[in-house]
């Protein structure tokens, strides 16, 4: 390719994946052509899930918000913008596959079947990890991570156990299994994260490495992380990789089926770098004002994914009582976990001890007493 202003360079080719334009247009980039075929698939009832399932979640996104403002949470980290990257992702997720989220995938759990007053529990300090993960009403999904990039050496970990067990590369897709693993960009930087890649290249392990590029890591832009798009970085250990935009729910579900069926199927992992923005703060504790604009914060509200989505199903003829439906649905499951979150009541002294061994222990036994006299030791004993 001629170099920039040399009079007869050619349009450099988008490699970002996109299908849906701002204004809800089918525009798909040069990069998009290979899953065009899987969009077609869909059907209304596919596409409509797609803007239910952010709309539903970014209502109680926003309840949950006000709970923490008004002291019932200890803390929240808000997802508005990112819905669209996190249900695209989720819905081509298989029944079989493990989920192991950070932080603020609230729309993957609830897709998976995880209560969200569940993951309410765990930011109002009821519960030591929110939901158990063994439990099939969960969809295989673990436990938030909030120390940053270690869930990627868990989900590495249990892809290289899948791999061992022989439950991945069979060649049936109704049996393969998959992790998907989902991080920001600040926690790309972090050493666990490319450990973790270290490990699953060298073990081809089914999995795939799901950034969410947000912008933000609370407050250090993504441009000073790193120079180059960071699904450059996979690369770097022998992954595949690609880049989406990640406010296209219709891009962000083609590329992850096409990486999942790809890790399934026995051909190693793969990594996502999904492009999107982080609308809100980065938990309740955090001023964005601090450190960006309100005229960046617009521009990236147009681009907001329901909105977008939106425009789509309009242009394909999706019926005002629909849209109602959604908008019901949302308000009903707000209120609903409003109710819930006041009626939780605090954990009992013994559940510190309860699941930190799976069977009976002496030692937790020990530390029960000793809690137990402590506490009496006070004038106003326990």
């Not at 529990?121 to 519960?127: A, E, P, Q, T």
């Not at 009992?348 to 506490?375: C, G």
Request: aromatic share 8%.
């Amino acid at each position: 390719m001629t170099s920039p202003g040399a009079g007869s360079a050619e349009p450099e080719i988008d490699p970002t994946v996109r299908i849906l334009g701002a204004d809800g247009t089918i525009a798909p980039s040069a990069s998009a052509d290979r899953y065009l075929p899987l969009i077609d698939a869909l059907s209304d009832a596919d596409l409509e899930q797609f803007y239910r399932d952010m709309t539903v979640i970014r209502a109680f996104d926003r309840q949950a918000t006000l709970l923490q403002r008004q002291g019932q949470l200890a803390l929240w980290p808000p997802s508005q913008g990112q819905e669209a990257a996190q249900v695209g992702s989720a819905r081509a997720a298989r029944a079989q596959d493990h989920i192991f989220p950070s932080y603020r995938e609230h729309v993957v759990c609830t897709i998976r079947g995880v209560d969200p007053v569940d993951i309410i529990k765990l930011m109002r300090g009821v519960s030591h990890g929110g939901w158990d993960p063994t439990d099939p009403k969960n969809g295989n999904t673990h436990i938030y991570t909030l120390v940053l990039g270690s869930q990627t050496l868990h989900a590495t970990g249990y892809a290289m156990g899948i791999e061992f067990d022989g439950r991945s590369g069979s060649g049936d897709p109704e049996k393969d299994e998959a992790v998907i693993v989902y991080y920001g960009d600040g926690a790309s930087s972090q050493g666990d994260v490319h450990e973790a890649m270290v490990f699953a290249v060298s073990y081809q392990t089914p999995q795939v490495f799901f950034l969410q590029n947000n912008h933000w890591a609370i407050s250090v832009p993504v441009a000073t992380q790193s120079r180059v798009p960071l699904a450059n970085r996979a690369g770097g250990y022998g992954m595949p990789s690609v880049r989406v935009d990640g406010n296209d729910v219709l891009a962000s579900y083609a590329v992850s089926k096409v990486a999942l069926d790809e890790a399934r199927a026995g051909g190693g992992p793969q990594a996502i770098e999904a492009v999107t923005y982080r609308m809100g703060a980065h938990t309740t504790s955090d001023d964005p004002t601090k450190y960006r604009t309100s005229d960046e914060e617009q521009s990236w509200i147009a681009r907001d994914p329901i909105t977008r989505m939106r425009a789509f199903l309009e242009a394909r003829g999706a019926s005002e009582a629909f849209f109602a439906d959604v908008d019901a649905e949302a308000a009903a499951l707000a209120a609903d976990a409003r109710t819930r979150t006041l009626q939780l009541e605090a954990p009992t002294r013994d559940s510190i001890f309860t699941h930190v061994y799976s069977e009976p222990h002496p030692l937790m036994d020990e530390q029960r007493k000793w809690l137990a006299d402590y506490e009496a030791s006070f004038e106003e004993g326990a």
